[in-house]
């Protein structure tokens, strides 16, 4: 799938001065994190409009502490410790951990590659996947990778289930058919996906794949994310197969849980 592009300038938002410092390392971070290269300090002086001085002794303290490395060209990118705090996180977050035994149940019981994501903004956010056993392709997204949640069906499946006012999507942005959808249709489609428990993404993403998902409930009934699977559309099973097998591994993730009977 389609990895992320870089983003423009980031504003920093007002903060007292004792907190300045904090607030430009993090920034700094996300800045090059969202980036496909390293960045200079004079890029990333520009793109957090902050002052050349102050940002290399922030950005030198990260690589000190293992957060950036520092390239032969003297550019920043990501250290090593972004990923072990990276997985501590996954580690604790508890719908990962119980969605992660329903991934590999699901691999191996359809074949597919299974996946689950939570919704961040308007995007979906892969926290984990797993490979069926001998699979020859691999369809779904990496873990990390972020799409726009109206095109996915794990995506889909969470925005069907959480308040209409919670997050603003941007139907312009198309998919592979490069159509933008009305607000209208895509309305009528998150109610048809609370009425069916299963959202499906018919080669939105990539037009040759088909998505299936359904959505995770906590113990406060609130939608937590998504469990899905992707498999090629020419030949594969009958879709509803698919989505029962989906729906009864988020029942059950759900239950585990401790979500409400009305909504696992």
């Known amino acids: 799938m389609a990895a992320r592009t870089s983003r423009g300038p980031i504003s920093l938002p007002a903060q007292p001065a004792t907190h300045n410092s904090v607030t430009r390392a993090l920034v700094a971070l996300e800045t090059i994190a969202a980036s496909n290269r390293a ?70 019981e359809l074949h597919m590659t299974a996946h689950f994501a939570v919704l961040d903004g308007a995007e979906v956010l892969y926290l984990a996947k797993e490979d069926a056993p001998a699979i020859g392709i691999r369809l779904a997204s990496s873990v990390g990778t972020r799409l726009p949640a109206h095109l996915t069906a794990v995506g889909k499946a969470i925005l069907a289930n959480i308040a209409a006012t919670a997050v603003t999507v941007n139907l312009q942005q198309v998919g592979s058919s ?40 906590e113990s406060n009934g609130r939608c937590c994310g998504a469990i899905g699977v992707s498999y090629l559309r020419e030949g594969g099973p009958a879709r509803k197969l698919v989505a029962d097998a989906v729906v009864r591994a988020a029942a059950r993730a759900s239950q585990q849980l401790g979500a409400p009977a009305s909504v696992a």
């Open 178 to 217: 490069g159509k933008p959808l009305s607000a209208q249709a895509f309305n009528r489609e998150l109610g048809r996906i609370r009425m069916q428990r299963y959202a499906v993404d018919e080669g939105e993403t990539i037009s040759a794949v088909r998505c299936v998902a359904a959505p995770m409930f």
């Open 39 to 108: 960045l200079s300090l004079s890029e990333l002086g520009e793109l957090l409009d902050a002052p050349k001085s102050s940002l290399h002794s922030i950005l030198h303290a990260l690589a000190a502490r293992g957060y950036l490395e520092i390239d032969a060209a003297r550019n920043y990118r990501l250290g090593v410790r972004t990923m072990e705090i990276g997985s501590s996180y996954l580690s604790q977050i508890t719908p990962l951990n119980v969605a992660h035994p329903e991934l590999v149940k699901l691999s191996h």
